[in-house]
């Protein structure tokens, strides 16, 4: 040991050990009773502070190049957040960007939802990422490729693709924080013309007719928009977001950002009476949170996208909303909106008033985690021939356990009445225009990682879906008719404290808060 001076001679064998001790040179033992500056309190760095012996404490923090190469570090007692640059910090397997210069005020992103709304705190995160300079980078993906088998007489088979892929910025500006984000899809190429089949769903046009039994393809150009956001003190914090295209301040986190359906590539049947605005050609939204509350409203282009799912649209920013959303830990977020959609559909004359609320639950575990949403979604129409409520119910889970499985389920009931045309309407004695159904759609399935990386997860996967309507839609879609679903999925690894680039190793004294 640096400092100690060993004496040349062996000890005396039979001498004790706190004998030996005392007889090496320059070396003091501590004596039974303590000395009078000792502290009874004292840290072990201060009683191991021996004259002549120069030894490392046990509370020396390592340096910031060690840092950088350890993993697992999480996992060790007392460690605190760790500083990535001048926004991200790391706690845990959780990444948080502060907002302007604050040590307090930090936005997770694992809280993130998409546009401006909330998942719990400790929902997973699949994320590239890279320090570049003043700014920290960010890149998510996902693409599912794979067979996808509609059952009966409506149903048919078609190899498809659905994919989105989605840069973020961050880069501190003034007193805030600036975030930059696009959002991408290849679904116009890599969908069959309509759309990808899904019985029961309706929502948008092709070639100037309602989609029925499709999933219209996502925009080339799903969202190009920037966020600014002041702290306001250590709890609060004021923001704007301006997209073109992007989502107004309505309904839960769109289907494909939620972590209750991470695994499952399907659309929900409910998702033009609750998320189906995450992309609107023309949004802007102001609010404000203060610790576990969220209040934000939106001014915004109504309109669903047109046939051209490659161009960029414009229409009068002529509808509204208002969102509360509320995080009372870090495993739970909810929210309440209301919305007002000056004529949404482009067929359809009529305005819609969109009501929704959501509970989403987030639970990691050792070697897993597991995500739950409850959400409600109701479209009050005011049209020729459409006045009335249709309701959307949907309860989705995913599990993952042992790192690489998942389980998922979706279990929807929803109301549609734009199912039937004017033929088939004719066929049953049905008079009225818009007629509408109860229809269940009951989701189970399940996927299993085969090749991990630091960068990159790959998973298979398979679901199956039942169905329940009223018997009158028999004759059109089978007594009992059965899909699904057989898929290959790639996205990002999960981001983990280990795996984080650019990272400074730079502990803080005191683990920061969350606001």
């Given at each position: 040991m640096p400092g100690m001076q060993m004496p040349s001679a062996s000890p005396n064998p039979q001498a004790s050990p706190q004998q030996k001790m005392e007889n090496m040179p320059g070396m003091q033992m501590p004596q039974g009773s303590p000395s009078p500056g000792a502290q009874p309190g004292a840290s072990p760095q201060t009683q191991m502070n021996m004259p002549g012996m120069n030894m490392p404490m046990p509370g020396a923090s390592p340096s910031p190049g060690a840092m950088e190469n350890m993993k697992g570090m999480e996992n060790m007692p007392g460690?605190?957040?760790?500083?990535?640059?001048?926004?991200?910090?790391?706690?845990?397997?959780?990444?948080?960007?502060?907002?302007?210069?604050?040590?307090?005020?930090?936005?997770?992103?694992?809280?993130?939802?998409?546009?401006?709304?909330?998942?719990?705190?400790?929902?997973?995160?699949?994320?590239?990422?890279?320090?570049?300079?003043?700014?920290?980078?960010?890149?998510?993906?996902?693409?599912?490729?794979?067979?996808?088998?509609?059952?009966?007489?409506?149903?048919?088979?078609?190899?498809?693709?659905a994919n989105w892929f989605m840069p973020m910025a961050f880069h501190k500006l003034g007193n805030g924080t600036l975030q930059l984000r696009g959002m991408f899809s290849f679904e116009p190429f890599t969908f069959a013309r309509g759309g990808s089949p899904l019985l029961f769903q309706t929502g948008e046009t092709f070639k100037n007719q309602p989609l029925v039994d499709r999933q219209h393809p996502h925009d080339l150009w799903m969202e190009l928009s920037a966020q600014y956001t002041m702290a306001l003190g250590e709890r609060g914090t004021w923001f704007t977001y301006f997209g073109y295209p992007g989502e107004p301040a309505l309904g839960p986190p769109a289907f494909m950002h939620r972590a209750s359906a991470s695994e499952n590539p399907s659309a929900t049947l409910s998702h033009h009476l609750q998320d189906s605005t995450h992309i609107s050609f023309g949004v802007l939204t102001t609010g404000f949170t203060y610790r576990w509350f969220k209040l934000e409203g939106s001014i915004f282009n109504g309109r669903e996208p047109d046939e051209n799912r490659y161009n960029f649209e414009a229409h009068p920013w002529n509808s509204r909303s208002v969102r509360l959303s509320f995080a009372p830990n870090r495993n739970w977020s909810m929210q309440i909106s209301h919305g007002f959609l000056r004529h949404p559909e482009a067929l359809e004359p009529g305005d819609v008033r969109r009501s929704t609320a959501?509970?989403?639950?987030?639970?990691?575990?050792?070697?897993?985690?597991?995500?739950?949403?409850?959400?409600?979604?109701?479209?009050?129409?005011?049209?020729?021939?459409?006045?009335?409520?249709?309701?959307?119910?949907?309860?989705?889970?995913?599990?993952?356990?042992?790192?690489?499985n998942y389980l998922y389920t979706r279990l929807e009931l929803v109301d549609k009445d734009d199912l039937l045309r004017a033929a088939e309407r004719a066929r049953l004695g049905i008079t009225q225009e818009h007629p509408s159904f109860r229809i269940g759609a009951y989701t189970f399935g399940g996927a299993r990682d085969i090749w991990n990386t630091d960068k990159v997860s790959m998973a298979v996967g398979s679901d199956v879906t039942f169905y329940s309507k009223p018997s009158v839609l028999d004759q059109f879609y089978g007594t009992n008719p059965v899909s699904w679903r057989l898929y290959l999925r790639i996205r990002p690894a999960k981001m983990k404290m280990g795996q984080m680039h650019g990272m400074h190793g730079n502990m803080p004294q005191k683990p920061q808060s969350n606001p």
């Open positions: 460690m605190g957040p760790m500083n990535m640059g001048p926004l991200g910090v790391m706690s845990g397997n959780e990444m948080s960007i502060r907002v302007g210069s604050s040590e307090t005020n930090l936005m997770d992103v694992g809280q993130m939802g998409s546009g401006t709304s909330w998942q719990p705190d400790t929902s997973p995160t699949f994320m590239m990422d890279k320090q570049a300079g003043d700014w920290l980078l960010m890149f998510h993906y996902n693409a599912i490729v794979g067979v996808n088998a509609q059952g009966g007489p409506r149903g048919v088979t078609k190899f498809e693709s959501s509970i989403s639950y987030n639970r990691p575990f050792n070697r897993g985690n597991w995500a739950t949403s409850i959400i409600w979604g109701r479209n009050h129409l005011n049209s020729p021939g459409k006045i009335g409520n249709l309701n959307g119910y949907t309860a989705e889970s995913t599990v993952n356990f042992l790192d690489k």
